[in-house]
């Protein structure tokens, strides 16, 4: 089973010159109780200084997905059995190690939701960013770290110099992400994935954080992948959303064309079971059970057993991740419809 | 006028920072709860909202009688419950039970969800006669929505969403007046965290029970509170109904934290009002003379240094703010219906 449908099938084709494209991916983790089947062919893409947001709620892997493009999933337990990830149109995934070594950082960064078991607590916070350019740039020491303190006072983080040689856990959880941001944009990457970068924060604390995500990625012209569970920091930010369930792509759309319309019933469950501020609700609606096994997918779509509109066909066939023009995509049997209706 | 059944007056909590090992000295308090006075009516839900540090988990600490407090009181019906013990505190810790944020370690993972749930009645002989435990614990498992059939189970073989309805199970067990819910949705999915939402709503309307709902989900918060609380560092800025704090808030922090709490809806990007705070919570142990927000705040001015502002109603407003230049100010973004 192959999704010839997904983005580039404008007829560019393979390698249209994006700038990292997630090709068809599969991961599946092997443990001693079984397989699972984590990533089921999982295809998207991000451009220069655009935000692409992957949603999914714990499990979908949204994660693991992210991992196996910075190259740090754990093996074993998670092998990659097909697929590939392409940055500048190469494929990361056949690359020796040394080539792998010099796009981290410099073409691919990554920061993390927790910000203090990212960084190394018997170093200073200082050091770690400094360390980058020593090792990658073959910078003297004092260079080194005047560029750390520059990097420190990009991300606003106040009295640069004299936070420089402070430990992680002299920082509040704010700074510390600060910090891993300074980290991360030290080597001027192409693309940044953000890996819940504020679920652990307060939300004063989580809007200056995005706000400062935002504006250095204009600056530098960054793609970037949002990778988050909250429906509320997705339509703040993003540009283009990518929706999981279940290791696979369930809708790919337009910010403001999916919270419109959502062509994908777990989408649209999503936006309804979401208790929102600015309205006060009854009842929530909420999807019904529980997100599947992914030892045990069920067959067809892996979705159908939640899903309110669920009809015979979806028991049978995997639906496809079908273009409906537009960028939009959904896999769902019924996604026309969807889109259709008033 | 409905009955007050708690009455929390002017709470105090405490805690000492020591140094050393063998000499202890103690160096300074962290100030948890620092004068925090409110009443919980009967059947209603108190939404209890604050950022990390700001004293709401020590607030459910002392109402649960878990802590004593420094100073201050919390009456149940009229009797201040850090003054009970023995017998009469057995009793009262029947009427107020904790549901709380991590259904992964509050469960035993050694103990089958019967045991979990019946372990109350172990306690309190008089509310189940031994020979109707297991059926009790059938009922309570099909009330939150699980299979009683899974009675045997451990814990580990329950998704997340599930563990909470056994702690709400557990919690419902004794048939309380009051449940303190401690962040009880904030570890869960979205989707899952509606159906907890939900449940929790049903039974509010089952059984008449009050809530305490602790949170730092302001969506989550108005969607079950009938009123809502505002703390800031040990202390309440701001009290009033849901409609009050989130459509008309007067206190610069509730503000600003309403204005920071990212809407589902991108069309709204443009027209949100957006209060920026700059930098980080103070230290509970010394925080700020005066108002504790002044630090943070756009409007400070001299008297916020020298005058702790008091929780109380002002020109202007109806319902009390604890801020000297407390005003009204639209901060959500109203949804317009299409």
Not at chain 1, 312 to 336: I, W
Not at chain 2, 11 to 34: E, M, N, S
Not at chain 2, 54 to 79: F, I, W
Not at chain 2, 314 to 322: E, F, K, L, N
Request: charge should be neutral.
């Amino acid at each position: 089973m192959s999704e010839q449908s997904a983005p580039g099938a404008d007829g560019s084709g393979r390698s249209s010159g994006r700038l990292l494209e997630v090709d068809d991916l599969r991961v599946e983790f092997r443990t001693r109780d079984g397989v699972a089947k984590v990533i089921n062919g999982v295809t998207y893409h991000v451009d220069a200084g655009e935000t692409l947001a992957v949603l999914g709620e714990s499990g979908s892997g949204k994660s693991v997905t992210a991992q196996t493009i910075m190259g740090i999933l754990d093996t074993p337990p998670g092998f990659v059995t097909g697929g590939q990830v392409r940055f500048h149109g190469k494929d990361m995934l056949t690359m020796s190690p040394e080539q792998r070594r010099r796009i981290r950082g410099e073409g691919i960064a990554m920061i993390f939701q927790d910000s203090l078991s990212a960084l190394n607590p018997v170093f200073t916070v200082g050091f770690q960013i400094a360390e980058q350019f020593r090792i990658r740039r073959g910078m003297s020491r004092s260079d080194a770290k005047k560029r750390a303190i520059e990097m420190l006072d990009q991300v606003k983080i106040p009295n640069a110099k004299g936070r420089f040689s402070n430990y992680p856990h002299q920082f509040s959880g704010g700074m510390r992400q600060r910090a891993m941001i300074a980290m991360s944009l030290a080597l001027d990457p192409e693309v940044l994935i953000a890996d819940e970068p504020t679920t652990a924060l307060d939300v004063t604390v989580q809007a200056q954080i995005m706000d400062l995500l935002g504006e250095l990625q204009r600056e530098r012209q960054m793609g970037m992948i949002l990778i988050t569970h909250d429906l509320g920091v997705v339509a703040d930010v993003a540009d283009r959303i990518a929706v999981m369930y279940a290791g696979r792509i369930v809708e790919e759309a337009d910010v403001y064309d999916l919270y419109r319309k959502p062509a994908h019933p777990y989408t649209l469950g999503l936006l309804n079971s979401i208790p929102r501020m600015d309205e006060k609700g009854q009842e929530l609606r909420t999807i019904k059970g529980l997100p599947p096994n992914l030892m045990n997918i069920p067959p067809g779509c892996a979705f159908n057993p939640r899903c309110p509109m669920a009809q015979p066909v979806c028991l049978e066939k995997v639906p496809p991740l079908l273009q409906l023009g537009n960028g939009r995509a959904s896999a769902c049997h019924f996604a026309e419809e969807l889109v259709n209706r008033d | 006028m409905t009955e007050n059944i708690i009455e929390v007056r002017d709470l105090v909590k405490h805690y000492p920072v020591t140094r050393g090992v063998v000499f202890k000295k103690t160096i300074g308090h962290v100030k948890a709860v620092d004068g925090v006075s409110f009443e919980l009516k009967a059947g209603e839900t108190l939404g209890v909202v604050g950022e990390s540090g700001c004293g709401k988990s020590t607030l459910a600490r002392v109402l649960m009688n878990l802590e004593r407090p420094t100073a201050g009181q919390v009456l149940y019906k009229g009797q201040d419950i850090s003054k009970l013990s023995g017998g009469a505190l057995r009793r009262l810790r029947r009427q107020i039970q904790l549901v709380m944020q991590d259904p992964y370690t509050s469960l035993n993972p050694r103990m089958t969800v019967g045991d979990l749930i019946g372990e109350p009645f172990e306690i309190h002989p008089d509310v189940a006669p031994r020979g109707s435990r297991r059926t009790k614990v059938k009922e309570l498992l099909d009330l939150v929505g699980l299979n009683p059939e899974h009675i045997n189970r451990y814990p580990h073989q329950f998704s997340g969403g599930q563990r909470q309805r056994i702690g709400i199970a557990r919690a419902l067990a004794l048939r309380p007046e009051v449940i303190v819910c401690d962040e009880p949705v904030s570890a869960l999915d979205v989707s899952i965290q509606a159906q907890v939402m939900n449940l929790l709503e049903k039974l509010q309307a089952e059984f008449g029970l009050s809530y305490v709902f602790i949170a730092h989900d302001l969506s989550v918060v108005r969607h079950l509170s009938d009123r809502v609380a505002v703390m800031y560092l040990g202390k309440m800025v701001e009290i009033g109904t849901e409609d009050e704090i989130y459509e008309r808030p007067t206190h610069p922090y509730t503000q600003a934290l309403l204005s920071a709490v990212p809407v589902p809806d991108p069309t709204l990007r443009e027209s949100k009002a957006i209060i920026r705070l700059q930098g980080d919570v103070p230290s509970p142990v010394s925080p700020p003379s005066g108002c504790r927000f002044r630090t943070r705040c756009w409007k400070a001015q001299d008297v916020c240094a020298q005058e702790v502002p008091l929780l109380q109603i002002r020109p202007g407003s109806d319902h009390p703010s604890a801020c000297h230049f407390a005003e009204k100010r639209e901060i959500v973004a109203t949804h317009e219906v299409a």
